[in-house]
């Protein structure tokens, strides 16, 4: 009897499931001037992701994004202001500089070493990227018109610093337990 329950517990035990365990890495604000150089050029930005060993396949990126972009192209400030979102595409899309794609317009992308671009999501809901090989970067970006970066600063309204463009980068790593 006790070695039939011995067997039984045993069986349980290994037929249960592995449990997976998040475990955050690295928790890094991007800084402002490093961000205020993204939005006013018309290239890619990398972002360091200094974690202790370097990041690995699997690892997850997750990105949250907030704020507000002034990105000019009108008579006075605060007048064209979105989100990291971005907007809706006003017929622009084959002017933009980074990605053509219609909703991706004026909006904060992010992008691996993978052929994917990822746009940010709206404030407090976080972008979720896969790391798909060891040691791989990240680059973020704002897609804007051609030739209409310079007047473009975070923020809105006269001063721009109210409501400035922020962003959130967590390296989080699975582990099964």
Not at 95 to 104: P, W
């Amino acid at each position: 009897m006790q070695a039939t329950a011995l067997v039984l517990v045993l069986g349980i035990v290994l037929a249960a499931p592995a449990a997976e365990l998040e475990s955050r890495v690295l928790t890094h604000y991007v800084p402002q001037d490093m961000l205020e150089t993204a939005v006013r050029k018309e290239a890619w930005t990398e972002v360091p992701l200094k974690v202790k060993g370097g990041v690995r396949k699997g690892d997850v990126v997750r990105i949250w994004a907030g704020g507000s972009i002034d990105r000019g192209n009108g008579d006075g400030p605060g007048q064209n202001v979105a989100g990291p979102d971005g907007v809706a595409d006003d017929g622009t899309g084959q002017r933009l500089a980074l990605s053509s794609e219609a909703s991706h317009a004026y909006a904060v992308l992010f992008k691996t070493e993978g052929p994917a671009l990822h746009k940010s999501r709206p404030a407090g809901k976080p972008l979720e990227i896969k790391l798909t090989r060891d040691g791989e970067k990240l680059w973020l970006g704002f897609n804007d018109q051609r030739g209409r970066y310079q007047d473009n600063h975070l923020g809105k309204g006269l001063r721009h610093e109210f409501d400035p463009l922020w962003v959130r980068i967590e390296v989080v790593r699975i582990i099964v337990d």
